[in-house]
């Protein structure tokens, strides 16, 4: 360390950000009630994950939900072991990108895996969960025989 | 772009934990040998572009803090931010700014000063940059846990090991100890990489950049001005750029950055020049994994033999294509904002022959600055060039 001089300000800032999910509601109340839903245009029929209002491809604001199906294929991943100061109290956790039908990529935490056991290509399953604090998310987690 | 502009002068601090300055007298040390070194004072320069992501420092608008301190008054300025690339981003402004005609001397600075937040802090302010409701919120991406997602893809597709990795980070400090403004000055080995603390599997901690106080600056001038100032020019030929998704979800493979490939067509086709005359190169090193993926995605090798060209040393001093004698984001440092204009300054080194004992020979008289912002989100690609046309 260095001895160098410092002002170790007076002033200290917190963020915390109330984001808007009026347009993506269905998305997070779906979690809540074990559904995974995501978005289709009703002009084009293009599917997007994230979910979004707007249609990424021909701009439209007509859309649908639907519910995606559960196995996906491991594409890549990794085991955070130094995390960020948000998550100094979680254990090291597995994140990885998996592909779902329709070509629909995400990227959640991959539960009750061991490295040593896993490998691009295999199947996992896409599950929805509720944090303690009620915040719904999702995860995606091993067939049983692994 | 109507007028030809050229690196006319170029100045760079001492990169690592400094403690010993503030932001605006970090920038300042860089200006001052600019503007020096140009030839120029501060009354001459149309335009200052600061190149920061800030966050992780007091001051929320850098740029003028930073020209009020240097003695600028009344000159035009923007903070401009690309992640990782916003140095690149940076001398593109200061550089579309001459060629339209707008000003004929622009001075371009990046800067960062990351050590005054505690480390964890960092690690999260980086860890946003992507997209922070999909893949932060709840997943707590970090910047080497997105890199460990293109190295496991690759390592899988094309059998690029961890050994091959290791060797990026060994070339990195064996040129770093030879920069006296490297953050990391001392040789390191194959075993002392592989076995250093992993951050994000497979990545270990000598996979990873550090985090860093620097900054850098140069002065671009007109062809008019330039020929005045100075009978060594560094052409800027050609600036390529692209960008892909915020979610990391959204991209089409992680065996590449599509934005780096785009960024590099578009910079060979305005410099009309490819990659086999390009004499030396600094390309973007956040992790090992990224350097590889460069030398592909630059048109350097082909897919996948990225890890052959490490292997086979072809990208030392004497090798196919030097890449990052200056010690790479990797034993240099990498504080984000400055890397960007860090590399021009290295590029215009090298082409004016004034490297040292880390000096790549110049054959075409071609360089070429490859650096990216995130994970691939952004990418700018800069080839410069002895002779203006």
Known sequence: MSS?????????LTLRFDIPISHTREFWDGLKEGKFL???????GNISFPPQSDCPRCMSNEHEWVELKREGKLLTYTLVQVTPASFVDNDPYIVAIAEFQGGIKILAW???????KIGPGIQVRLETRVSKEGNPYYVFTLPQSL | MSRNVAVVG??????????????????????????????????????????SAGGWYEEALPA?????YSGFKSVGTMRVEAACASGSAAVKVARDMIASGETDIALAVGVEKMSEVDTLTSVELIGRAGSYMWEFENYGMTFPAYYALYAVAHMNRFGTTTEDLARVAVKAHK?????????????????KVLTSQVVAWPLKLYDSCPLTDGSAAVVLASEEVARKLTDTPIWIRGIGYSSDSANLSKRDDYIGLRASVEAAQRAYSSSKVGPEKIDVATCHDCFTIAEIMAYEDLGFCRKGEGATLIREGQTEIGGKIPVNLDGGLKAKGHPIGATGVSMIVEITKQLRNEAGRRQAS??????????????????YVTILSRDAT
């Open chain 2, 175 to 191: 040129y770093g100890a030879m920069n006296p403004l490297a953050q990391f000055q001392r040789d390191i080995t194959v075993e």
């Open chain 2, 64 to 68: 003028v803090v930073i020209n009020e």
């Open chain 2, 10 to 51: 170029i100045g760079h601090s001492r990169f690592g934990r400094r403690t010993d300055v503030n932001i605006a007298e970090l920038a300042f040390e860089s200006i001052k040998q600019a503007l020096e070194d140009a030839g120029i004072d501060r009354k001459d320069v149309g335009f200052v572009t600061v190149g």
């Open chain 1, 4 to 12: 160098d001089p410092v002002l170790h300000s007076r002033r200290s």
């Open chain 2, 362 to 379: 110049i054959k075409n008289g071609f360089g070429l600055a490859h650096n990216v912002g995130g994970t691939g989100h952004y990418a």
């Open chain 1, 110 to 116: 991959l539960e009750g895996a061991k490295l040593d």
């Open chain 1, 38 to 44: 995501v978005t289709r245009c009703k002009k084009c």
